[in-house]
């Protein structure tokens, strides 16, 4: 297997994207974060005294999904058309996915997989006080589409 991040030296590089063709492209990313059934209801009736929870970690994962390639040291920075991030609360959890658009030369998976990331510890940060026994798990990449322009 091949590393696109080595040269042929084996030293980490960026990778040259210079040659490659702007395509329409899309990707979406899943994670979980386990709460216990007291904090969702307080989370549900805005009872967390940080604020609204789900509203904070929505712009919170959109302004990390926009920071990526300051987070992650070989990452491109691409112009991100749109991210959207959704919310299904459970009884014992919170599925947070991420969906992320871009016209770019490069994908835009790091950028959907750092939103929801974000989104799950912004949701940690502000529970915190209530609940020691958060997880944050399953944080995946479910699809990413390319498509000519």
């Known amino acids: 297997m091949e590393f696109s991040h080595l040269n042929e030296r084996g030293e980490v590089n960026m990778v040259d994207i210079s040659g490659k063709k702007i395509v329409h492209r899309e990707a979406t990313a899943s994670g979980t974060i386990y709460l216990q059934d007291e904090t969702i209801k307080k989370i549900k ?86 609940d020691k026994s958060m997880i944050i798990s399953d944080i995946k990449l479910e699809e990413k589409t390319k498509d000519e322009i």
């Not at 991030?85 to 959890?93: M, Q, V």
Request: glycine share 4%; aromatic share 4%; net charge positive.
């Open 45 to 130: 009736n805005n009872l967390i005294k940080k604020g609204d929870v789900l509203s904070i970690a929505r712009v919170a994962g959109i302004m990390g999904a926009k920071k990526t390639f300051e987070l992650i040291p070989l990452c491109h920075n691409i112009p991100i058309n749109k991210i959207d991030i959704y919310f299904d609360i459970k009884e014992d959890r919170i599925n947070i996915r991420s969906k992320a658009i871009c016209d770019a030369k490069t994908g835009i998976e790091m950028e959907a997989l750092t939103a929801v990331s974000i989104a799950c510890l912004t949701i940690y940060d502000m529970c915190k006080a209530v």
